[in-house]
């Protein structure tokens, strides 16, 4: 049932639905303990309430998909940890409004969830049921946070796209992105110590998660050493030259591909993230062919 840590759940749209395991243990601690001070009324009660929450951060991430999808960028699977979920999509050479409108797409589902709920949650609390209105708050809080222009948060993706349609390129953009985002990750941090310990944990994603994807950008775009494979979650690099590591280099000097020495990149930014992409896809393809696939 278990491969890797994670519990596939189904398929959505043709994408795999998986839950980790500290989900199921964090699941399991919350709703013990509301379950031991709270009786049995208050277990059930969490544990209901966090599946709802965890649907809803589902219908989230299949928002993202499905705006992904509709562009034709391939989606592996959606992964629901403690903290959110992820949906791995492979978003190499999407253009900037595009990823701009797949990282508004899943805010956009939170919104939509709590327009929806706002009639029930008014009838329901009128009747003395207050449920509703607690996921409606929690939807206004998943939406409202992912907002934030702190990158990879969304609002920090749709930040970095603006970026990248300003300066026509990606690193420099990434970079700025990332620099608002560990202002904004100490600023949440400040705010978990002082208000709600959620807070910190976000603060360590956005500081963390931002830097990777700050590599994983450089890597793509062919600045720095980057080795095979760690780009994750939401892309992954190819390559592999000697030790396994791809250097590739700016204009007018010369690296290591997986076959020797690489080619000097053209000259625009543009072109060399067209050309990068280009000698990615014809590695892809001698790998696919080695591996007899
Ligand atoms: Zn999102």
Redesign the pocket.
Known sequence: MFDKGVLKLGRVFGIEIRLHWLFLLFFAILTGSAAISGGLLGGVWTGGFLTAVFVCVGL??L??SLAAKAYGVPVRDITLLPF??A?RMDLRGVAPSREIVI?L???AVNFLIVALLAPIAVVAYQAGITFPLWLLGANLVLGAL?LLPAFP??GGRVFRGILTIIHRDPIRATDQAAIVGKVIAVGLGIAGVLFDPWLLVLAFVVWFLGDRERLAARAQAGHAPWSHGDARPWGDVGGGGPGGVRIVVPRGVSGWGPRGPVESPPRDQRDLVDWLNARRRADEIERARRDGI
């Open positions: 989230h991430e928002g993202h959110g979920g949906a990282a797409a899943g805010p992912n948060l969304d």
